[in-house]
């Protein structure tokens, strides 16, 4: 019920603050219909799905779930109206995760100004009582400091992992959590307690149940345990009580 709540007070927030209208409520997917926590796939099959994407690209339909961040590929230093657009999409029941925002060491853009612009997030994030996708690339050490100095209430989730089996425990060690999608490290895979293990299609075009059954092989899983234990996962972290 507490949970409910935080989800319908900001939706009405939303729509009579920002919006100017009285709120409407949206029909919510059913929790155990969530398999992939991280897609840019804007298709019918993503209702199964949260959908990722830029601030300024988001306009909820019904039934759907979205996280939206700023990607450290987008940071420039003109981001007043795709940070104005975050702050607000970020108190919209139908976001459950800020992100993907991170670090990216392969990018052109000034990693200084990564750095601001994902601190900002990690502030937002902690703001709105939301978990936070992480891209990160080659930056597993600057993400762990971060990770130290902000202690963050809410969990922090790295998208896409395809690290090697050391950096995957020292994810884990500080209580960052993995996220898999269609390449990974097998050996990487099989260190991450089920708890802590999601999967997600990211922009890959194989379908997640396919995802699914490779990952339950690789960890010597049965296939329904474990879209079970994932969505228990899913619930714990996106639908927090």
Same mark, same amino acid.
């Given at each position: 019920?507490?949970?409910?709540?935080?989800?319908?007070?900001?939706?009405?927030?939303?729509?009579?603050?920002?919006?100017?209208?009285?709120?409407?409520? &949206?029909?919510?997917?059913?929790?155990?219909?969530?398999?992939?926590?991280? &897609?840019?796939?804007?298709?019918?099959?993503?209702?199964?799905?949260?959908?990722?994407?830029?601030?300024?690209?988001?306009?909820?339909?019904?039934?759907?779930?979205?996280?939206?961040?700023?990607?450290?590929? =987008?940071? &420039?230093?003109?981001?007043?109206?795709?940070?104005?657009?975050?702050?607000?999409?970020?108190?919209?029941?139908?976001?459950?995760?800020?992100?993907?925002?991170?670090?990216?060491?392969?990018?052109?853009?000034?990693?200084?100004?990564?750095?601001?612009?994902?601190?900002?997030?990690?502030?937002?994030?902690?703001?709105?009582?939301?978990?936070?996708?992480?891209?990160?690339?080659? &930056?597993? =050490?600057?993400?762990?400091?971060?990770?130290?100095?902000?202690?963050?209430?809410?969990?922090?989730?790295?998208?896409?992992?395809?690290?090697?089996?050391?950096?995957?425990?020292?994810?884990?060690?500080?209580?960052?959590?993995?996220?898999?999608?269609?390449?990974?490290?097998?050996?990487?895979?099989?260190?991450?307690?089920?708890?802590?293990?999601?999967?997600?299609?990211?922009?890959?075009?194989?379908?997640?149940?396919?995802?699914?059954?490779?990952?339950?092989?690789?960890?010597?899983?049965?296939?329904?345990?474990?879209?079970?234990?994932?969505?228990?996962?899913?619930?714990?972290?996106?639908?927090?009580?």
């Amino acid at each position: 019920m507490a949970r409910l709540k935080a989800f319908i007070w900001p939706y009405v927030v939303f729509s009579v603050v920002i919006l100017g209208v009285a709120p409407v409520m &949206t029909p919510f997917l059913k929790v155990m219909e969530l398999l992939d926590i991280h &897609t840019h796939r804007l298709d019918d099959k993503n209702r199964q799905s949260i959908i990722n994407c830029s601030p300024v690209e988001f306009f909820p339909q019904q039934g759907c779930y979205y996280s939206v961040g700023i990607h450290p590929w =987008n940071v &420039t230093s003109s981001l007043n109206q795709e940070w104005e657009a975050l702050k607000r999409a970020a108190i919209h029941p139908q976001v459950l995760a800020i992100g993907e925002a991170g670090l990216d060491n392969l990018t052109s853009a000034s990693f200084s100004l990564q750095k601001e612009i994902f601190r900002a997030q990690i502030t937002l994030a902690e703001k709105v009582n939301k978990p936070l996708i992480i891209h990160s690339v080659r &930056t597993s =050490n600057e993400i762990l400091e971060l990770k130290k100095e902000y202690s963050p209430r809410n969990p922090w989730i790295i998208h896409g992992f395809r690290g090697k089996k050391a950096i995957a425990r020292k994810f884990l060690e500080q209580g960052i959590y993995l996220s898999f999608g269609e390449k990974y490290q097998i050996e990487a895979l099989q260190v991450v307690p089920l708890n802590c293990l999601f999967i997600e299609t990211d922009e890959s075009l194989v379908e997640i149940l396919a995802l699914y059954k490779t990952v339950a092989v690789n960890i010597s899983l049965p296939f329904e345990k474990l879209i079970e234990q994932v969505q228990q996962n899913i619930r714990q972290l996106f639908f927090r009580e």
